[in-house]
C-alpha cells in the first residue's frame, strides 16, 4: 500500500482562500470514490463520494473532481476554516468487492 | 444514534505479549471491519464480517492477529504476540449492509497501540 512514513505531504494554505487536495488512485477499475476528514485522535469521517459516471459533485463548500483518464481524483475546499485542519484520505472502491483501499493523506493546515 | 464504541482508547506493551481490542458497531450494522492504520499512512483493512461470517481477511497477518465476532454483533480484535511494527491504531468501522458504494462506513475512535 502506500506509504509516506512520518513525511506526511503538507497543504498549508490561508484562512479563507481555497484549498485543493489530490490523490492518485490505484486501479483503472474502481468505480466509486470517498474522501474522509481524519482529525487527531479521531477515525476517518466522510466529507463527499462520487460514481466513475460523473466527473465532478459538489457539496456544501467542497467539491470532488473525477478525472478517470489519469486516475486522479481531488477535493476543492472552498473559503478554507480553521476547523479543515486535518488530514484528508480518498479511498476507492472497485466494484463487486466489499472493500475501500485507501490512498496517501495529505495533512492540511490553516494558517489564520 | 450511538457511533461505533472501541476499548481501551490506548495500549502500551512489552513485544512478545498479547493484547485484545474491543470494538462494538452501531446499532443494526451487519458489516464490521478492523482497519490497522500506522502514524502517516491510510488505513489497511485487516478484516471484515458480515455478521459473524468473514468476508476478507486477505491482509490479516493469521500467525498473530485473530478476529472474531461470535454473535454477530461486538468483535475482538487480538495480537499474539505483539511486534514492534504492530504500534498503529486500530480503527473499526461498520456499515448496515455489504456494499461499500452506499457510504454507510463509519469509524470508531481507535484504538493507539504502542510496542515496545
Known amino acids: 500500500g502506500e506509504s509516506v512514513g512520518l513525511h506526511l505531504p503538507t497543504l498549508s494554505v490561508q484562512e479563507g482562500d481555497n484549498s485543493i487536495i489530490n490523490c492518485a488512485y490505484s486501479?483503472?477499475?474502481?468505480?466509486?470514490f470517498i474522501w474522509y476528514k481524519q482529525e487527531s485522535g479521531k477515525g476517518p469521517q466522510f466529507i463527499i463520494d462520487?460514481?466513475?459516471?460523473?466527473d465532478k459533485r459538489q457539496g456544501q463548500r467542497v467539491t470532488v473532481l473525477l478525472n478517470k483518464t489519469v486516475k486522479h481524483l481531488s477535493l476543492q475546499i472552498a473559503a478554507t476554516q480553521p476547523g479543515d485542519s486535518a488530514v484528508y484520505f480518498c479511498?476507492?472502491?472497485?466494484?463487486?468487492?466489499?472493500?475501500?483501499?485507501f490512498g496517501t493523506g495529505t495533512r492540511l493546515k490553516v494558517l489564520a | 444514534e450511538a457511533g461505533v464504541a472501541q476499548s481501551p482508547r490506548y495500549k502500551i506493551i512489552e513485544k512478545r505479549q498479547s493484547v485484545a481490542f474491543w470494538c462494538n458497531p452501531i446499532?443494526?450494522?451487519?458489516?464490521l471491519y478492523w482497519y490497522q492504520q500506522i502514524l502517516g499512512q491510510g488505513p489497511k483493512l485487516l478484516i471484515q464480517?458480515?455478521?459473524?461470517?468473514?468476508?476478507?481477511d486477505s491482509q490479516l497477518p493469521k500467525d498473530r492477529f485473530s478476529a472474531e465476532r461470535l454473535k454477530g454483533v461486538d468483535s475482538t480484535l487480538k495480537i499474539q504476540p505483539a511486534k514492534l511494527e504492530d504500534s498503529a491504531v486500530y480503527l473499526c468501522?461498520?456499515?448496515?449492509?455489504?456494499?461499500?458504494?452506499?457510504?454507510?462506513?463509519?469509524f470508531g475512535p481507535g484504538t493507539r497501540l504502542t510496542v515496545l
Open positions: 486501479n483503472s477499475a474502481s468505480d466509486y
Open positions: 446499532s443494526g450494522h451487519a458489516t
Open positions: 462520487i460514481r466513475s459516471n460523473m
Open positions: 468501522a461498520s456499515s448496515p449492509r455489504l456494499d461499500p458504494s452506499y457510504n454507510e462506513q463509519f
Open positions: 479511498a476507492e472502491n472497485r466494484e463487486g468487492t466489499y472493500k475501500y483501499i
Open positions: 464480517f458480515q455478521n459473524n461470517g468473514v468476508v476478507d
